[in-house]
């Protein structure tokens, strides 16, 4: 059953689509805290490859060991390992077992949305932890003073890249690297850090 489909507008992220094609990407880490109690739901699964992909989506962590050891974004990990329980959680949940869960979801559809705004949500969380941004740089017409910019991307409701957010970052010669000093990155990062924690807090407040 294709329950990862796109049927009713939601929001499902390119890579999310891809899943019933892509196939086995490996094998999934059971000692992963996040998933090592979902074994046995696991191998009742019909469509194992797709899980598998799915899965290995969800624990994957591409964030830079720099950011992952950085303290004082401890907060935001921590709320990202319990979405990725929550994640995890409705992935497996058996309809049969839980009856509950029917009364709310009626359809295969409304599953497919619940667990796509989730994904979305995941991954909006990782950007907030650490933003895709660009630096760039702008000369004012009259004074002809170069400025810097920070140029940070968010996630649309379909998933897709898009240019979200600009921050000054001041002149340009008042950097002694220039463009690329560390300091205009390091800059740059917070002041799109800031404004995406904004975004995501007011989206989705915990």
């Known amino acids: 059953m294709d329950l990862l489909i796109e049927v009713t507008n939601t929001p499902v992220i390119e890579c999310l689509l891809l899943l019933l094609s892509a ?4 094998k999934i880490n059971w000692s992963n805290n ?3 109690d979902y074994m046995l739901q696991f191998m009742e699964l019909k469509e194992k490859s797709e899980a598998t992909e799915f ?3 969800v624990l994957e962590n591409d964030i830079e060991k720099e950011v992952m050891e950085d303290k004082s974004l401890t907060h935001l990990h921590i709320r990202l390992e319990k979405l990725k329980k929550k994640l995890l959680k409705i992935y497996f949940t058996s309809v049969k077992k839980e009856k509950e869960f029917l009364d709310e979801y009626e359809y295969v559809g409304d599953f497919n949305s619940l667990i796509s705004k989730h994904f979305l949500q995941m991954k ?5 932890i650490q933003p895709d941004l660009q630096i760039a740089t702008s000369v004012h017409s009259k ?3 170069t400025y810097l910019t920070a140029r940070g991307f968010w996630l649309n409701q379909r998933g897709e890249r898009e240019r979200k957010y600009v921050k000054s970052l001041g002149r340009l010669d008042e950097f002694e690297g220039g463009k690329k000093d ?6 740059g990062i917070e002041k799109i850090r800031e404004e995406s924690l904004k975004e995501y807090n007011q989206q989705y407040p915990d």
């Open 23 to 26: 196939g086995d990407n490996g």
């Open 34 to 36: 996040l998933i090592k």
């Open 55 to 57: 899965i290995n989506l």
């Open 124 to 128: 909006r969380l990782q950007l907030v």
């Open 143 to 145: 004074s002809k003073i």
């Open 182 to 187: 560390p300091q205009v990155l390091k800059l």
